[in-house]
């Protein structure tokens, strides 16, 4: 489904970014693997995937609350003078805290790295796309920043803005042929979605309409779907993943 498409993953060596990158190999896509710190186990993991596809995947290293480290990991991929057909804005944090419990330097932290950051790299690849006349973008964003509920101030307000920006930022592309969406995963399976207590996530469980949370690959394969050619008249998306949650 996406055999010979070069895509960027950010946040790539864990959780659901793990799982895009497996899934897009497996697709027939070379990718970029971007992550926050360079380590044997996920280098050994890629080098692992990319024989056993038959692509290739390149680690690249920066921190996203960095914008100078962002800006020299993006500029390395651009030098290579590769087509870039699809980028995945992955990589996010989770924070939970009441209004007054939230201190404004861990909302500054959360904005840093799940809004700031992937709107910097959209600003600096779609830049690429324009000149390929072509391209997808697919922010992971969260039915966090769709519903709202108490005690998650900075993290459903940082996606909330993602969300909007997806929807503004398709707008502005589409005359270049890019397409702009967003996955909005439910509660999911990784380590990041189960930074809730137990009743948290067996309340949330309870109103979701397949009674339970989400594999990390089932929010990959929406993620390549989109990226693929199979949607290729779907932007301005938000498509939520979340098994039914009411």
Do not use: H
Request: aromatic share 6%; hydrophobic share 40%.
């Amino acid at each position: 489904m996406l055999k010979g498409k070069n895509i960027i993953v950010t946040g790539s060596n864990r959780g659901i970014g793990k799982e895009i990158v497996s899934k897009c190999a497996s697709c027939g896509a070379n990718i970029w693997a971007c992550a926050r710190t360079e380590s044997d186990e996920f280098e050994q993991y890629i080098s692992k995937l990319s024989d056993e596809n038959k692509v290739w995947i390149k680690p690249v290293y920066f921190d996203l609350g960095k914008e100078e480290e962002i800006k020299a990991g993006v500029k390395s991929i651009i030098s290579e003078k590769k087509k870039i057909d699809v980028l995945v804005n992955n990589a996010g944090i989770a924070y939970g805290g009441l209004m007054q419990m939230t201190p404004m330097d861990k909302l500054r932290e959360v904005f840093d790295i799940n809004y700031f950051a992937p709107i910097l790299i959209m600003q600096l690849i779609s830049r690429v796309m324009q000149r390929q006349k072509e391209g997808s973008i697919i922010n992971i964003a969260s039915v966090g920043g769709i519903e709202t509920n108490p005690g998650y101030l900075a993290y459903g307000s940082s996606k909330a803005s993602l969300i909007w920006a997806t929807k503004s930022v398709a707008k502005e592309l589409g005359v270049y042929n890019i397409r702009v969406n967003a996955v909005a995963p439910g509660l999911t399976d990784t380590a990041m979605g189960n930074y809730k207590s137990d009743e948290e996530l067996q309340k949330t469980i309870e109103r979701t309409g397949l009674k339970r949370m989400a594999e990390p690959i089932e929010i990959a394969n929406a993620v390549a779907f989109l990226a693929s050619d199979e949607a290729s008249f779907i932007t301005g998306e938000i498509l939520k993943v979340d098994g039914g949650r009411a």
